[in-house]
């Protein structure tokens, strides 16, 4: 659903066939994190732990977030020392204006 909203359907991101959807089994201590592997069949990876997620929002702002991280590196804007630069909170800016999201969820 969000690949096909206003900012997401603009970065050019890959087709979600192409993203490994992974459950962590509730074994990590964040509620979703972004992953890419430099080769193989599923670049991409977007891994959510349900044992966090409390709510259909929440899961939508932690993707939201992982997908924002997901553009930086697709289009090679990713920070190297932080993974929070500028072009992050631009993003973040724009897409919780559209969603009606509070930014600090994020």
């Known amino acids: 659903y969000l690949a096909s909203t206003p900012h997401f359907n603009k970065w050019g991101l890959p087709n979600s066939n192409k993203i490994s ?10 509620i979703a994190e972004f992953w890419w592997w430099p080769r193989g069949k599923m670049k991409y990876g977007i891994v959510v732990n349900p044992a966090l997620v409390g709510s259909s929002q929440a899961l939508m702002v932690a993707v939201a977030h992982e997908m924002i991280h997901l553009a930086q590196h697709v289009i090679g804007t990713q920070g190297k020392r932080q993974q929070h630069n500028a072009d992050f909170f631009r993003r973040l800016e724009a897409v919780a204006k559209i969603h009606m999201f509070d930014p600090k969820w994020f």
Do not use: P
């Open 21 to 30: 959807w992974l459950d962590t089994g509730g074994d990590a201590s964040n």
